[in-house]
């Protein structure tokens, strides 16, 4: 697993540079990464658009909108190398994030879809994570990077890739100030 999740991020990094993104970070047209390796990035994909409104539901706190595109299977794996979670146990965590923050945002969002021939279809996510704390002001922000993997129209994986140590500290400090 690990031989191919560094296969895949060497894949999706030339793949990235190779496409041509506009300012919004979506590309123009598809783009072969490498002349003839059969592998498509596009960032005007319905899979794109479609994970771009579901960062968009997670900062309304909208979190039904997750089962319009995860499989029942669905599974979450975090940078920390904690056990991976389901949806339910991610709503949890989304709705004391959204408790304890506020003006959550996604910024200098970079979005692509990428086919591979040998691994399947995976879509990305680069951008700096910001929030505030609703008990402190205290503002923060992060890079974040996610990866999606889809079975056919469903999604089946996800990763996410962030140092969250500050953010959890942060969490749970204004969860206890606003709960007292």
């Known amino acids: ?5 560094s296969t895949l991020s060497l894949l999706v990094a030339s793949s990235f ?5 506009n300012s ?10 490498a002349e003839g390796s059969g592998i ?7 899979r794109t658009a479609q ?14 909108f997750a089962k319009s595109y995860t499989s029942e299977d669905h599974k979450i794996y975090r940078a920390d190398g904690s056990e991976p979670v ?3 146990e991610w709503n949890t965590f989304a709705d004391a994030s ?45 890079p974040l990077h996610i990866m999606w993997q889809w079975d056919g129209d469903k999604v089946v994986r996800e990763f996410h890739y962030a140092d969250t140590t500050r953010f959890n500290a942060v969490l749970e400090s204004s969860l206890a100030a606003i709960d007292g």
């Open 17 to 21: 540079l190779a496409a041509s993104c």
């Open 98 to 142: 959204h408790r304890a923050f506020k003006d959550m945002e996604f910024a200098n969002l970079a979005m692509v879809t990428s086919d591979y021939p040998e691994y399947g279809v995976w879509s990305y996510a680069w951008c700096t994570f910001l929030a505030t704390s609703r008990a402190t002001g205290e503002q923060f922000r992060f």
């Open 40 to 46: 498509v990035t596009r960032g005007d994909d319905e």
């Open 24 to 33: 919004t970070g979506q590309s123009a047209a598809p783009v072969d990464a």
């Open 51 to 64: 994970l771009r409104s579901a960062l968009e539901a997670f900062i309304r706190n909208d979190q039904d």
């Open 1 to 5: 697993m690990y031989r191919t999740l």
């Open 86 to 88: 389901g949806l339910e």
